[in-house]
Every structure is written in C-alpha cells, then in structure tokens.
C-alpha cells in the first residue's frame, strides 16, 4: 500500500532535502559536516502525526528528517545549516544542534534520553497528557546514560516516547558487532513496554502505534523500535560499506515516486528552489539576546 498524499509528501521532501544536502557538499558549496536520513524518511512521518503541539521532540545527529516533519521548514533548515539569513539557530547550531520551542537536536549520542527523561516529568506535572519524544540510534545503547533515563521513566511513570532508528550500523559498526542482546530485552529489564515496527507505510504504524502512544501520555514510558536501513554514509562520504551492499537494501522511494511522479517532481523542484534562494540570502548575523 503506497503512502497517503501527505505522508507521500513529506517523505519525498525529506529525500530531496537530503539528496540535496549531498550534492551541496561535493560541490564544496557546504562546510562542517552533516548526517542524511536517508530510508529512514517514513520513520519522522508517521511519528509526527501522533504528535500534539504541546509534545516536545529531542533529537539527534541525523535528525534532518525529525525536523521537516514536525515543522515543514526547510527554509529555515537549509539557512542553519548554510549559515544564511533566516536560520532556526542565527546559523550557530548547524546540521545538529537545533533549538525551536518544543523541539531541540544535539550531536552528543545519549544526551538526549535525560534530557528527555526531565521534560517528561514538567509535562506530567504542568501539561498531563503531553509526552517527550526522543529519536535514538541503535548506536545509542552503548551509552550509560540512556539505562539512567530509562531507570527513572520507569520508576517515575514519565510521558516517555523513545523512538528507535535501528539500522543496524552504529558510524561504521555494525550493531551486532558492538551491541549484545537485544533492545526488546533491554527495555523488558527495565519493565518498559517495547514494539518493533518493520512496515514503511506510515498509516499503517500510526494505527499499530496510536493505542501505545495513548499509555504513554498516561505515564506507561514505551520503546518503538524501528528497523531501518542506512542508505546513506554515515556523514557526508565516509561510507565503509560497499555499493553492492547498500543497493542490496529495501529502500521506500522508487515506489513512492512512481505511484505519484507529479508529487515527486514538485517536491524536488521545491527543494531546488529552496537551494536556490538561500544559497542567495547573506550570511546570518549572530545576535545574543
């Protein structure tokens, strides 16, 4: 089943976004460094639309796809990471680091869990039944700081949503290299409720989701796994894996972009445009305050 016009949408802007991003880079036209999402576009999609406005998001290094999909901006993006007018962050947070109320990115892998954990609890003081949202890694797990949060959603009962992007690649390991056991088993030992998600079809994980999510703005933390692949480097060249073994995995967009080719071309030239006019905007003038 091919992806409702919207969810269609979104997904397609995110892999122009992303593709985009690339190709900036090998023009020299970019600098730093950045982390694409792509296969992994549906995840951020389907996600968002369980989503309310008081909810808060924390993302991570590859959260390009978190941010579009919360706040269809890729303007704003763009800037930040081009360090142009107009950006979310004045051009000083960059591909990772993005701050917006409600929704906040960094690069530190794990240091978004407490950070999450503590959100969880004002929400469920100040606003019940608004939950945090945390996007991690597979890679993620090897950090001592996520068994902490979850200890404490646990305990404390918290709004916790912690949304896995298990691709199964942590930079340039494989997980299954570095990680033992399973996060399903992880999550049991913390008395956490786990659910692995293996379809592409957004509407179809919002309703498998949906009643989960309920038990969540009720304080019953959940761990949604996802399994994704990888189909990008792990930044902007440093793939360890060969063209062979990245061809060989599933990927979403040929069908999507065959079922709607008209939706596919103008979400493409809308990201052509978006390039476009930034790349001409001047550079962003840093104002504190």
């Not at 051009?91 to 240091?111: D, F």
């Not at 942590?170 to 290299?177: D, G, K, L, N, V």
């Not at 709607?260 to 103008?266: F, G, T």
């Amino acid at each position: 089943m091919p992806p409702t016009p919207t969810d269609a949408s979104a997904m397609l802007l995110i892999r122009h976004f992303e593709t985009a991003l690339l190709e900036l880079f090998a023009r020299g036209e970019l600098s730093g460094t950045t982390h694409t999402c792509l296969g992994q576009e549906y995840v951020p999609v389907a996600v968002s639309g369980l989503l309310e406005p008081d909810d808060h998001v924390l993302s991570n290094h590859r959260g390009h796809g978190h941010y579009l999909a919360r706040f269809d901006d890729p303007e704003g993006l763009l800037a930040e990471i081009m360090g142009r007018k107009g950006a979310v962050c004045q051009g000083v947070g960059g591909s990772q680091h993005l701050y917006r109320p409600g929704y906040l990115s960094t690069g530190v892998q794990g240091e978004s869990l407490p950070v999450a954990a503590g959100l969880a609890l004002h929400l469920r003081r100040q606003r019940p039944g608004a939950l945090a949202c945390a996007y991690i890694g597979d890679g993620t797990w090897g950090e001592g700081a996520v068994y902490e949060a979850l200890n404490i959603a646990a305990l404390w009962q918290l709004p916790l949503l912690v949304v896995v992007e298990h691709n199964g690649i942590a930079q340039s390991t494989p997980t299954a290299r570095a990680m033992a056991g399973t996060i399903a088993g992880r999550a049991a030992a913390f008395g956490i409720a786990h659910t692995l998600v293996t379809t592409t079809d957004p509407a179809r994980i919002r309703a498998g989701l949906a009643p989960l999510v309920a038990r969540v703005r009720a304080g019953e933390p959940l761990i949604a796994e996802f399994r994704v692949p990888r189909l990008g480097p792990h930044s902007k060249g440093d793939d360890t894996r060969t063209a062979e073994q990245v061809a060989a995995m599933p990927d979403w967009y040929p069908a999507a972009a065959a079922a709607d080719p008209a939706l596919d071309r103008a979400q493409r030239d809308r990201v052509a445009e978006v390039v476009a006019e930034v790349s001409a905007r001047p550079l962003a003038e840093w104002t504190h305050g």
